[in-house]
């Protein structure tokens, strides 16, 4: 029994051990943090408020539609964000 367990134990340690580096890979490549979804399990448990942003429900529109318009500026300036 040890014998088949061994084996399954590697590999899904050598799986996790990868997810990670490739995580660690995309995070150095993008340069951008990773965020939370503004009120996604929030809602779903019963918090109306977004802990996220400061507990102001528009901030999380804001923000994105700034990230966009800046989006827009640098590809109209032909740089890639």
């Given at each position: 029994?040890?014998?088949?367990?061994l084996?399954?134990?590697?590999?899904?340690?050598?799986?996790?051990?990868?997810?990670?580096?490739f995580?660690?890979?995309?995070?150095?490549?993008?340069?951008?943090?990773?965020?939370?979804?503004?009120?996604?399990?929030?809602?779903?448990?019963?918090?109306?408020?977004?802990?996220f942003?400061?507990?102001?429900?528009?901030?999380?529109?804001?923000?994105?539609?700034?990230?966009?318009?800046?989006?827009?500026?640098?590809?109209?300036?032909?740089?890639?964000?």
């Amino acid at each position: 029994m040890f014998s088949q367990l061994l084996p399954m134990l590697a590999i899904t340690f050598t799986v996790f051990v990868l997810f990670f580096i490739f995580m660690g890979v995309g995070y150095m490549v993008k340069k951008k943090p990773l965020r939370g979804s503004c009120g996604g399990v929030a809602k779903l448990m019963g918090d109306e408020n977004c802990s996220f942003c400061g507990n102001d429900p528009n901030k999380c529109d804001s923000l994105i539609a700034e990230q966009q318009e800046n989006a827009l500026r640098a590809a109209q300036l032909g740089k890639s964000v």
